[in-house]
């Protein structure tokens, strides 16, 4: 199972752009990087997933390098209701993917 | 359309007792994943349906938890004789395919063991 590495928490302002960094050193060929957000008192959602190079809608954008060891998340220009962990996942098979505890990302006014 | 559902939506018990979580998938999900969360802490993968099989137990902390899954739909995950470990949110999710397609959740069962 692909391990992830990411920062425990984040502080930020509104209107800013957030970029949370996961790192994932043994990630497999086949395997998809997908990013979870959970709010207080209720089930993860899902926000965005991609394999290489960058993916954007209308939520956030991902960044993958070359070498696929790492991703990042963008949020641009946050809002408080963004307030929340966000989770990076790594694998091919949902199963195999594994929530660690994820980044808690506090939104300040 | 109807998203994930679960009940009870919060269940309070005797350590000792048994309890039953429900989850109804989304009609058509093949895939079913039930989760544990504790308090401030991440998700803990407790197994995997792939219609009604389990190929994957592996996240089951104990011989007092078990889970069926019947019709491709419904699934119970059943704690018998509970600890006040066991206290935590039991989340369930479905996709449409095992692999790669978005999970999706619902709101969890809140569990209190006293």
């Known amino acids: 199972l692909a391990k992830t590495t990411q920062p425990i928490s984040m502080d930020s302002y509104e209107g800013q752009e957030v970029n949370i960094t996961c790192s994932h050193n043994n990630i497999a060929t086949n395997d998809y990087i997908t990013w979870y957000q959970q709010f207080p008192s209720q089930g993860p959602r899902f926000i965005i997933q991609g394999y290489k190079t960058k993916v954007t809608n209308e939520v956030a954008s991902l960044f993958i390098p070359a070498d696929r060891k790492s991703s990042t998340l963008s949020l641009p220009r946050v809002s408080l209701s963004d307030t929340a962990v966000y989770y990076c996942?790594?694998?091919?098979?949902?199963?195999?993917?594994?929530f660690g505890a994820g980044t808690r990302l506090t939104v300040k006014p | 359309g109807a998203g994930v559902s679960q009940s009870p939506s919060n269940k309070v018990t005797e350590k000792g007792k048994d309890v039953e979580l429900r989850c109804d998938p989304i009609?058509?999900?093949?895939?079913l994943y039930w989760y544990r969360q504790r308090l401030g802490q991440g998700l803990e993968f407790l197994i995997y349906?792939?219609?009604?099989?389990?190929?994957?137990k592996s996240g089951l902390p104990s011989d007092r938890f078990s889970a069926e899954r019947t019709g491709e739909s419904v699934s119970t995950l059943t704690i018998q004789r509970t600890q006040q470990e066991d206290s935590a949110v039991y989340l369930c999710a479905s996709s449409l395919a095992p692999t790669q397609e978005t999970q999706y959740f619902g709101p969890g069962t809140r569990l209190l063991v006293l």
């Open positions: 996942l790594v694998g091919y098979n949902n199963n195999d993917m594994r």
């Open positions: 009609s058509g999900h093949t895939a």
């Open positions: 349906f792939q219609g009604n099989s389990a190929p994957d």
